[in-house]
């Protein structure tokens, strides 16, 4: 009857403003990225096989081309977050204004999922992997006190016998390479161990200096973050030299 039309009609119209073709993408995108961790949780073949293929190529593209830019993006967006928070509010407030308001939130809640939905594929799958003892034949031994003692005792040995290459400046510790070349240096052990096992891919992307947010990440006692949305890793230089490496 001409009531069922007049809801339905205004029902259509609500959907219409409300829902971009944006917002749609962004749901369906999620939608697909949650079912494929779904799959990748019933079987660790098809994990492997997506972290490696699908998976490893978006994460491998977004560390291409954040490497061009010699600063941290995250880092950027740290610091600009005060305006980029401001922006959002204001532009909210005059989207209500123009009646746009539902939109608008529609919109915004469609990026946040679209930035969840590339967490699930860069990240989410990542955890449903075969594990590292596996890969690389670590047999799993019970822990006590006589193979502790005397794997802390090997670690002595190999340390000390290293101490006639270590740096020193001022008597401190240093590396003696830039942020660049320590990346660098990581990158060429990484490769190596690429050859002897396959799981680790071999692709290098420097790791890049936090800069000014290195301060909050002490507080937060973070090392080091991977920001996958921006294909980085980033590393807080505020802590000892030996930690930075180590990050």
Known sequence: NRAERIIMEKIRQIFKDSFSLFSIISVGATLLCALLVILSRASVGVADLLNSTLCFWIRRTLALVSDILPFSIFALLVILSPIAASAIVYFGIKAVKCGRGARYLVNFLAALLLVYAGNLLCLG???N????DREMDIPIVRVDA???ASTMISLRDEINSLAPYIHY?????SPGYTMDEISEKICESYSEFSK???FVPDFDSRAKDAGPVSYIMSYLGITGIYTYFT???????CYPDYDTVFT
């Open 146 to 148: 006589d193979n502790l």
């Open 125 to 127: 799958i990542s955890y």
């Open 196 to 198: 002897e096992y396959g």
């Open 231 to 237: 294909g980085e890793s980033n590393v807080n230089t």
């Open 129 to 132: 992997t075969t594990t590292v």
């Open 169 to 173: 400046e001022g008597g401190v510790s």
